[in-house]
């Protein structure tokens, strides 16, 4: 399925002794994927949450740093050069904090009693 997103790119400099942060953004169309399964658990087993996959042009790809789609900003958690032309990008989000939280403490994913 065809998905207009907007892929995000940070630049950091060093002006004037201090550091300054500049972000810009670009819209393109992606070829969206499901996350597959064993995708799912990998990242979560690495404290990451993987919510969608994009095909994009790599040359529109570039060093882009987060994607929003859905009115949602993800972290590109996985990039996997397809071709040439075409790279796979996985986004999400960190869990972790929110989760051991959520699980009155626990963090394995167990509920506490």
Known sequence: ?????????VRRTLE???HK???TSKTVMA???SVTRSEFYQSYQAGLRADAVFRVYA???????????????YKIIR?????????EITVGEQVGAQTAQANGGADDGAAAD
């Open 59 to 73: 040359a529109e790809l570039g060093d882009a740093a987060f994607v929003t789609w859905n009115d949602q900003k």
């Open 16 to 18: 004037n002794g201090h």
């Open 21 to 23: 942060k500049t972000e």
């Open 79 to 87: 990039r996997y050069m397809l071709d040439r032309d075409r790279t």
């Open 31 to 33: 070829d969206m994927r």
């Open 1 to 9: 399925m065809t998905e207009i997103i907007t892929l995000h790119y």
